[in-house]
């Protein structure tokens, strides 16, 4: 489920997952996905490939992904 946008953040997108909200930040040449709580790994997993999938998609070329976890 998408989130309410936050009115003085731009190029932030929230979307509720499970009752977890998970942020895509969008950078300069660069989307850092952030999931603020906890989720099963197989539910995050499937979030980063479809992150990867429409990213690929919309450049027609491979996309890296790094992995950072805290």
Known sequence: MKM???VDEHR???VCVEG????YVEG???????????LP??????IRLDLLAKL?????A?????RVTV
């Open 41 to 46: 790994s197989q539910t995050v997993e499937t």
């Open 56 to 60: 690929q998609a919309v450049e027609n």
């Open 28 to 38: 300069r040449g660069d989307i850092k996905l952030t999931v603020e709580g906890v």
């Open 4 to 6: 309410p946008e936050i």
């Open 20 to 23: 977890v909200t998970v942020r």
């Open 12 to 14: 932030v997108h929230r």
């Open 62 to 66: 491979p996309i890296d992904c790094i």
